[in-house]
């Protein structure tokens, strides 16, 4: 009984915290043809405002030379569009297999929830949390594996990544994503899968966040987009609910 109602004033707080988190978001609509080349010179980027991320979910917040990072977001029928500047002084990735404790390795991660219904998503595609590496591929947790491990997922045919340093300033990175949405009828393992069709008005869950490592074995800050209340001193809930995300519009 005891387990019972530890477990429900968890999942009260968590929901508390959708409020907590109500800051909205809005997306204007592509004007043109945007090229994920790192150049974000496309007019269509002049005129949405820049969005921070910082805001602390692990480890110590770190100096402005360590990191920053900001980012704006458009859309059109087909996909999201990011673009993410990353002020990093040092760019480490460890290991090869793009699977293999990635989110140990510098990375952008970004949370996505079709519908923006919340709720659980940690083994399951109710929402989305795409680690996508300094290689570019998108890796996310599965469905569990039929002996119960956990499955991690590639997932590079949801989006096209590139990224490169900027010219004015060493450690700074531009950073373009295109990102397709998957709702929660994805099935990793079907060959017919299609994205959704975006339109004016559709609200979605988003939340972007960094994993910051500078040489270390595991990753040394974690900081996102969103202020996310700590459950049991934990912040770190973005991978397991989509309570914790912002909602995010798309607006002309």
Not at 31 to 46: F, H, L, S, Y
Not at 91 to 117: G, N, R, V
């Amino acid at each position: 009984m005891k387990k019972t109602l530890v477990i429900c004033f968890a999942a009260y707080l968590i929901l508390i915290n959708t409020s907590a988190n109500a800051a909205a978001l809005e997306a204007e609509k592509s004007t043109g043809v945007i090229a994920i080349d790192g150049i974000a010179n496309e007019k269509a980027w002049q005129s949405p405002p820049w969005h921070p991320i910082d805001q602390l979910i692990l480890g110590k917040m770190p100096s402005a030379e360590d990191f920053t990072g900001r980012f704006k977001i458009i859309w059109d029928e087909k996909q999201l569009y990011l673009l993410v500047e990353i002020t990093d002084d040092v760019l480490f990735d460890q290991h090869a297999d793009p699977k293999h404790l990635y989110w140990d390795d510098d990375c952008i991660e970004i949370f996505i929830d079709e519908d923006a219904s919340g709720g659980n998503h940690q083994f399951s595609y109710n929402a989305f949390a795409y680690h996508v590496a300094l290689d570019n591929q998108a890796v996310d947790i599965g469905e569990k594996n039929a002996d119960g491990s956990d499955n991690f997922v590639l997932l590079n045919d949801h989006l096209t990544s590139y990224w490169q340093r900027s010219e004015s300033a060493p450690h700074k990175v531009v950073w373009e994503v295109a990102l397709r949405v998957y709702d929660d009828s994805f099935n990793f393992n079907a060959d017919d899968q299609h994205p959704v069709v975006l339109s004016l008005g559709k609200k979605l869950g988003f939340m972007l966040a960094y994993c910051d490592n500078d040489g270390s074995k595991e990753r040394e800050h974690f900081i996102g987009s969103t202020d996310i209340k700590a459950v049991n001193g934990n912040k770190n809930l973005g991978y397991i609910t989509a309570d914790v995300f912002q909602r995010l519009t798309l607006v002309n």
